[in-house]
């Protein structure tokens, strides 16, 4: 079946640095990738969302590359801030195989220090 | 304003006691989930809905129910409640579209749930 599989944390960065969140994930067709990021207290949003292979998705500073080849979706972001510590999830569906499921990662804490 | 309201936010109950966890949704969304979020495993779907009247399984169903009398709510269910359903619960409301392969999902705050 579907899975996608990431970074396991907690990951700790100081401010400033460049931050990678590895993610893989296994369909035998052709998914939609997203990455969605949890802050404290609150429910998951969405980050961003990328829908065909190939192509590329940011938001706030963060980018990932939907890699079909290498089945890969990495979080990254050149300089990150305090403000993004929280938990980051990459996530997929294909509503051609299942209209209704969406697949998590475990997810990946990210705590940044000042 | 939030699309997607919860409640209670926070919950005690005792083990054996029903309870009913409630979600709202104001997004006019076909399809509503229902999560659990533990330490080392994420999100796992519990129920969930395409449609008012609909409700099924998702991957860990054991011990609760889900009703979805309309299309704006969403409710979970533990008829018998165990310590084991401590946990955080969130529920979502999804727009699928079909003929494509996405399906972003809005979640609500959560509900925080101990059972002693």
């Known amino acids: 079946g579907d899975s996608v599989t990431q970074t396991e944390g907690p990951v700790t960065l100081s401010e400033g640095t460049s931050l990678t969140v590895n993610c893989s994930y296994e369909?035998?067709?052709?998914?939609?990738l997203f990455w969605y990021v949890q802050y404290p207290g609150e429910g998951p949003q969405l980050l961003f969302k990328?829908?065909?292979?190939?192509e590329k998705g940011s938001s706030r500073g963060f980018e990932a590359t939907y890699n079909k080849e290498a089945t890969s979706f990495h979080l990254q972001k050149a300089s990150v801030q305090e403000s993004d510590s929280a938990v980051y999830y990459c996530a997929l569906s294909d509503t051609r195989t299942n209209a209704y499921k969406v697949i998590f990662g475990k997810g990946t804490h990210l705590h940044v220090l000042p | 304003e939030a699309a997607v309201t919860q409640s209670p936010r926070n919950k005690v109950a005792v083990t054996g006691g029903k309870v009913t966890l409630s979600c709202n949704q104001t997004n006019n969304h076909n399809n509503m989930y229902w999560y659990r979020q533990d330490t080392g495993h994420g999100l796992r779907l519990i129920h969930y809905s395409y449609g008012a009247g609909s409700t099924e399984k998702g991957d860990i169903p054991d011990g609760y129910k889900a009703s979805r009398p309309s299309q704006e709510n969403f409710s979970l269910i533990l008829e018998l409640a165990t310590p084991s359903q401590t946990s955080v619960y969130f529920c979502a409301s999804g727009d699928a579209d079909w003929g494509t392969s996405q399906n972003t999902l809005y979640f609500g705050a959560g509900t925080r749930l101990s059972v002693l």
């Open positions: 369909t035998k067709q052709y998914p939609t």
């Open positions: 990328v829908p065909k292979a190939n």
